[in-house]
């Protein structure tokens, strides 16, 4: 069966400093890798998609970059917080491309920026 | 441009009570329509979701959604609903041969014991 894990749980960070937020898939090899991000009590919104190793693209400029290492993990990152980077942030998998896969999610991570 | 409308924001029924929840979309051609649930500090679960073929779909616990082109909306409903499927549901839009997704607002469902 497939495991979908992130880290941190949650996140307390200051304005202007670094995050890294991880997602690591197992028990499926080449998966379609997403982020999302949540704001408290808000709509889901798609930031990066991945489809293979080295390769992201962009959805939505929010002045977060993500990358894929390794083909079961994807990582989510910014040099500079913001406070509207605050929120949850959710990392899913798809077995296949075209839109019509399902996507499965991981527990997410809360991030507050003060 | 693509996009998807939960008019309701919350809804109240008691347990026993029938259930829709509404979805509206907007895109050019079909697209493919998925309804996920998620419960309080957890990420998203599928309940159901259509491609093409049948206009209703099944899902799990006992959901089901009708796909209708001519009103662009792909409606959730529950004949009976127990507390426990208290939670916020999302409607979602994917694009054929993209990896796009775009999800609605979302509405909080509260059912009353």
């Known amino acids: 069966a497939q495991t979908i894990h992130q880290w941190p749980v949650a996140e307390i960070k200051a304005v202007g400093s670094p995050l890294s937020l991880g997602c690591t898939i197992k028990g499926k090899s080449s998966p379609n890798l997403y982020w999302y991000w949540q704001a408290t009590g808000g709509t889901l919104q798609q930031l990066f998609y991945?489809?293979?190793?080295?390769?992201v693209e962009s959805v939505v400029q929010l002045n977060l970059s993500a990358s894929r290492p390794k083909d079961d993990q994807f990582i989510l990152s910014t040099e500079k917080l913001l406070l509207s980077h605050s929120g949850f942030y959710l990392c899913?998998?798809?077995?296949?491309?075209?839109?019509?896969?399902?996507?499965?999610f991981g527990p997410g991570t809360r991030l507050t920026v003060l | 441009a693509q996009s998807v409308t939960q008019p309701d924001a919350r809804v109240t029924v008691s347990e026993g009570a029938s259930l829709q929840l509404r979805c509206k979309y907007s895109y050019s051609a079909t697209p493919y329509l998925f309804w996920y649930v998620q419960y309080p500090r957890q990420g998203l679960q599928l309940l159901l979701k259509?491609?093409?073929?049948?206009?209703v779909v099944q899902g799990v616990n006992s959901f089901e959604a009708e796909f209708s082109k001519s009103n662009s909306s792909f409606h959730l409903q529950k004949a009976s609903v127990h507390w426990s499927d208290s939670a916020v549901y999302f409607c979602?839009?994917?694009?054929?041969?993209?990896?796009?997704?775009?999800f609605g607002t979302g509405t909080r469902l509260q059912v009353l014991p």
């Open positions: 991945s489809i293979t190793v080295g390769q």
């Open positions: 899913a998998w798809s077995p296949g491309t075209g839109g019509d896969a399902e996507q499965f």
């Open positions: 259509y491609y093409s073929g049948d206009p």
């Open positions: 979602a839009l994917s694009m054929p041969n993209t990896n796009k997704v775009v």
